[in-house]
């Protein structure tokens, strides 16, 4: 295994994009926990430390192209296909920086925001002070910091297998790829002679099956670095507190609210304490963690009333989930489960069904007139934390009443990303301006996207069909591979049929795509 300062860099980490590192959702969760977040509308700054292969960050710098977004990461070859990312998708408001965290350009200036996400659990704690003392130097005053970390207590059962894991690989002979392979074949064989540890804890022999459906990148990061720690939440606000950095709140969003994330009966001490730091010490072992997001602020700006966080926040919208929502709305968070139902449900629901409006506006709401603004507020949040409502950084218009025989993917960046993605076996994530995020579909629709895109609506089945037999991607129908021509075939129509009906109109209504203009 090749390493730096005790971190993998012989093998590249897996792509993916994270939501939660958007400014929208960064700031909407500051602004659900009354502090003012950094204003979007003109030029911001975003640093993301440990960038891996750029997708989060190349995705947000297409979706906000009034940002100016820098990578950080100590793998070249990381750095590397993000450079050529950059190029390709024309970001002109996007750097990747190859660079240990002591050798930050002089002149890097300061950020808005920053965000780091897994890199805390895995490296040195030397390194993580120089985290800190990047956060202390480079975040703006009412800046926004995001942080993910394993956490304690959801991971105390399991870290014996990243300990075995580890061990193991070091005393075998290859590359990385090998050695991880060996560990888990190893982690099997005393799993199912019923070593007296799994024996002992069956939740972590079952999570054993878990780890063999892993991409074996992500098992290598994520067990084989030398450094690697879960914390409690008081051990890592403890570190931020030291540069002066208070804790916000966390994402996702209905994290934020204890009663939809600790049962009933341990609720009491909610109710009898303002103590933020035990309060979410409570809900950790309540809800046995294993992953926080956390929110941190350099001279956080609180928000005294209703009145601020009206006008002094800026780009966030809201809009209903889909349009077919009915109430009441039902929704399993894991430890809790709730439901909304009422009439001021009823009634933004009908709202944002129809326009994306800012809090001001929903306020100033006829229909909403007799609400108090506590209340609408309250709903608001509340209906975005159990998945009713979504926040966008603008208003979404509706699409076309027609929708072209051939659509227009409207940034450079998506239709690379539609070209290099498709049947990859994961997740393809669009940027979406409108939204200031990005915006997932399958890897299927992704090539119906890209052939729709290419060539039209006549003949789409019959190319997608084409791209699919000179991929390595099989499509499966009850859970089994299709083999038959005609019965693929007849997938293939029906995704395309279904492709065309239900997500084009979205796509064109979040601005992904745009009709051709007249020739």
């Not at 500051?30 to 975003?46: C, E, G, H, M, Q």
């Not at 489960?337 to 069904?353: F, N, V």
């Not at 709903?379 to 159990?386: C, N």
């Amino acid at each position: 295994m090749t390493t730096a300062t005790g971190y993998i860099t012989d093998l590249d980490y897996i792509p993916g994009f994270y939501p939660h590192m958007s400014p929208t959702a960064i700031r909407y969760a500051a602004s659900l926990n009354r502090v003012i977040p950094p204003a979007t509308t003109d030029n911001f700054r975003y640093l993301e430390l440990g960038c891996g292969l750029g997708n989060s960050l190349t995705t947000l710098a297409a979706a906000n192209p009034q940002g100016d977004f820098v990578g950080i990461d100590i793998n070249p070859s990381h750095i590397e296909k993000v450079d050529k990312i950059i190029s390709a998708g024309g970001l002109n408001n996007a750097k990747a920086i190859h660079s240990d965290f002591t050798s930050l350009p002089k002149d890097i200036g300061t950020f808005e925001f920053i965000s780091l996400h897994g890199v805390f659990s895995w490296v040195s704690p030397e390194v993580r002070e120089q985290i800190l003392s990047i956060a202390e130097k480079h975040l703006a005053p009412g800046g926004l910091l995001l942080v993910s970390y394993n956490a304690m207590p959801g991971w105390a059962h399991l870290q014996p297998i990243r300990g075995i894991l580890r061990q193991y690989a070091e005393l075998r002979q290859g590359d990385t790829t090998q050695r991880i392979r060996d560990a888990l074949t190893y982690l099997v064989f005393i799993r199912d002679k019923k070593a007296k540890y799994f024996e002992d804890n069956p939740q972590a022999a079952a999570y054993v099956d878990s780890l063999l459906k892993q991409d074996l990148r992500y098992l290598a990061h994520e067990y084989l670095n030398e450094h690697w720690t879960s914390f409690y939440f008081s051990e890592v606000a403890a570190m931020f507190r030291s540069v002066e950095m208070a804790f916000v709140g966390s994402l996702p969003v209905h994290t934020n609210f204890w009663d939809l994330c600790v049962r009933p009966e341990f609720q009491d001490l909610f109710r009898t304490t303002s103590n933020r730091l035990v309060t979410e010490s409570h809900k950790d072992f309540c809800a046995n963690t294993a992953f926080r997001w956390d929110i941190y602020s350099k001279q956080p700006r609180v928000a005294k009333n209703v009145e601020d966080r009206l006008h002094l926040i800026d780009n966030l919208y809201f809009r209903a989930v889909r349009n077919d929502i009915k109430l009441p709305h039902k929704i399993n968070l894991g430890v809790v489960s709730s439901t909304i139902q009422g009439p001021l449900y009823e009634m933004l629901l009908a709202i944002l069904s129809q326009d994306t409006l800012p809090l001001a506006e929903i306020f100033s709401h006829p229909q909403l007139t007799e609400n108090a603004p506590a209340d609408i507020i309250r709903a608001v949040d509340a209906g975005v934390a159990m998945g009713l409502f979504e926040v966008t950084a603008g208003t979404v218009p509706p699409p076309p009443e027609n929708i072209p025989e051939q659509p227009l993917i409207s940034l450079p960046f998506n239709q690379l990303t539609l070209k290099n993605e498709q049947f990859s076996g994961r997740p393809v994530s669009l940027a979406c301006v409108a939204t200031g995020t990005g915006y997932s579909l399958s890897d299927f629709d992704a090539a119906i996207l890209y052939e729709l895109s290419e060539a039209g609506k006549n003949g789409l089945a019959d190319r997608v069909l084409a791209q699919l037999s000179k991929s390595e991607r099989s499509i499966q129908k009850d859970g089994k591979p299709i083999t038959d021509d005609k019965i693929r075939r007849e997938v293939v129509e029906q995704a395309c049929a279904q492709f065309l009906s239900q997500a084009v109109p979205k796509l064109y209504r979040l601005g992904i795509l745009q009709s051709r203009p007249s020739s």
